[in-house]
């Protein structure tokens, strides 16, 4: 498992790990590790010519610092001061090793500066760290504009611009990769900064890993270790029987992938309660599927489901199934019938349109359009806390976030192509983690292995290319027989 931690949580070990060391010690481990990954980079693409953005904070002492030796080491090293000040003995090492020294500390970027942007092979991009707030310095704005394409970007300890804490989108540097020190950062694995993130490496100097996490991520290691392998004395009631409460008259298609997706899974046993035409679809093409009414350990309600012309059996069902002790996912239609809080563990699965339309009806703030993108996380917490429920919020890096109460880190995992993006998609998650719920899983560990394997099993469906929801809902047995045999 990946873990990353608050900026205040970094902070505080930091401080720890520099108690008995010289003075600038944990700096110096941090520019000697960042000068080995840029001068690895420099070599594996043959190539010279290097840019320290360098801004007022230790992130600009890093990259300063880093910068002597590979201009000790020959390569034409331009300094670029964007900051009110610059860290000197650091700046002094770059001057003494032969770095040519500019400065862009407002307005316009000077013609000097555009020219060796333009030209510059690698950049260490240390402008601005884990202190600064979101967004660039306003005399920056143009900075990304100017970096040549073919340039590669290294940020250092994160990409300048981006939100530390992960939660809100902003005008960021996106870099190639980002080289950060000791502990990974929300800023390396939340929604809205990871894509500016590229490539992470952690370079160990030494910080000690606080008790708390604030996001994790899982790996394919953390699939054996979570996922309900049965045992010689399970039976399909031990495994858990999932209900499955999807589609209509209507939306027929929904449903034969939630289910299919839940039996190939490998849950004990499917229920589900439809109208007749997707009742027909199921017993032709998932004959594993018992049908109507009867014990079951969980329940995914809501994928295909219209809620104002639903069956009316299925609305009952809903009814009682939201009143009862028993887990609930609720994924599409199934949204729209929630009203209020449950005492018993609940999974929404909605996309940012439908967590959008969820927060506006439940009335928590004036949210404009473009809410979820700029905020994801802080949009899904509010529905979390308001309904004290699990939320995992589709994407390319998909966010599953419990409610504050329980005092559980956020899930990310960015483990789909972006083939994926295709409906039905989501009806195949559905049923996948409803199987998972059923057979015990908390939301939270149900919505993350279940985003992981569906992400997966996409990619092995059809690797580097094109894939249909129905083609990953088969492909779901053989990924996790993959994943557990890691």
């Known amino acids: 498992m990946i873990r990353a931690y608050s900026v205040e949580d970094v902070r505080a070990a930091e401080s720890a790990a520099m108690e008995g060391l010289a003075d600038g010690e944990l700096m110096q481990r941090a520019a000697t590790g960042l000068a080995?990954?840029?001068?690895?980079?420099?070599?594996e693409r043959d190539s010279d010519a290097v840019v320290v953005l360098a801004g007022s904070g230790d992130n600009g002492g890093d990259a300063l610092y880093a910068g002597a030796p590979l201009a000790e080491a020959g390569h034409p090293v331009v300094v670029v001061l964007v900051g009110s000040r610059a860290h000197e003995a650091a700046l002094a090492a770059a001057r003494d090793a032969g770095a040519i020294v500019l400065e862009w500390r407002d307005g316009a970027a000077p013609g000097e500066v555009r020219t060796a942007l333009g030209e510059a092979?690698?950049?260490?991009?240390?402008?601005?760290?884990?202190?600064?707030?979101?967004?660039l310095p306003d005399h920056l704005a143009a900075l990304p504009d100017l970096v040549?394409?073919?340039?590669?970007?290294?940020a250092v300890d994160l990409p300048s611009g981006a939100d530390p804490a992960g939660l809100v989108a902003s005008d960021a540097v996106y870099a190639d990769e980002t080289v950060t020190f000791g502990l990974t950062k929300p800023v390396h694995l939340m929604p809205p900064t990871e894509p500016a993130t590229g490539l992470l490496t952690v370079v160990d100097i030494g910080v000690p890993e606080p008790s708390s996490p604030a996001?994790?991520?899982l790996t394919y290691e953390d699939v054996a270790r979570l996922w309900p392998v049965p045992t010689p004395?399970?039976?399909?009631?031990?495994r858990g029987v999932l209900g499955v409460v999807a589609g209509g008259e209507q939306y027929t298609g929904a449903p034969v992938m939630n289910v299919t997706a839940a039996v190939t899974a490998g849950v004990g046993m499917v229920r589900y309660v439809g109208p007749r035409r997707p009742t027909d679809l199921l017993r032709s093409l998932v004959p594993e599927c018992v049908f109507g009414e009867?014990?079951?350990?969980?329940?995914?309600i809501g994928s295909g489901l219209d809620a104002e012309n639903a069956d009316d059996d299925q609305l009952r069902v809903v009814r009682e199934a939201l009143e009862s002790d028993l887990p609930v996912l609720l994924d599409a239609g199934g949204l729209d019938l929630l009203e209020e809080s449950r005492s018993a563990p609940t999974l929404l699965t909605p996309h940012a349109g439908e967590l959008l339309r969820l927060a506006r009806r439940l009335e928590l703030g004036d949210l404009p359009d473009d809410a979820v993108r700029r905020a994801p996380i802080e949009i899904a917490r509010r529905v979390a806390d308001h309904l004290d429920v699990t939320v995992l919020l589709k994407g390319a890096v998909t966010a599953v976030v419990p409610p504050s109460s329980a005092a559980l880190p956020v899930r990310t995992q960015p483990d789909a192509p972006a083939w994926l993006a295709t409906a039905g998609s989501g009806d195949v998650l559905a049923g996948l983690a409803g199987a998972l719920l059923a057979s015990g899983l908390s939301p939270l560990d149900a919505g993350s292995v279940a985003t992981l394997v569906h992400g997966v099993a996409a990619d092995d469906a059809n690797p580097g290319g094109p894939v249909r929801a129905m083609d990953?809902?088969?492909?779901?047995?053989?990924?996790?027989?993959?994943?557990l045999r890691r």
């Open 215 to 217: 996001v994790e991520r």
């Open 294 to 300: 009867g014990r079951v350990q969980a329940w995914a």
């Open 233 to 238: 004395t399970d039976d399909k009631y031990s």
């Open 148 to 154: 040549s394409d073919d340039a590669y970007v290294i």
């Open 472 to 483: 990953v809902a088969h492909q779901l047995g053989r990924t996790v027989a993959r994943l």
């Open 36 to 43: 080995g990954v840029a001068r690895a980079r420099l070599e």
């Open 121 to 135: 092979d690698l950049i260490l991009d240390g402008v601005t760290g884990i202190g600064g707030r979101p967004g």
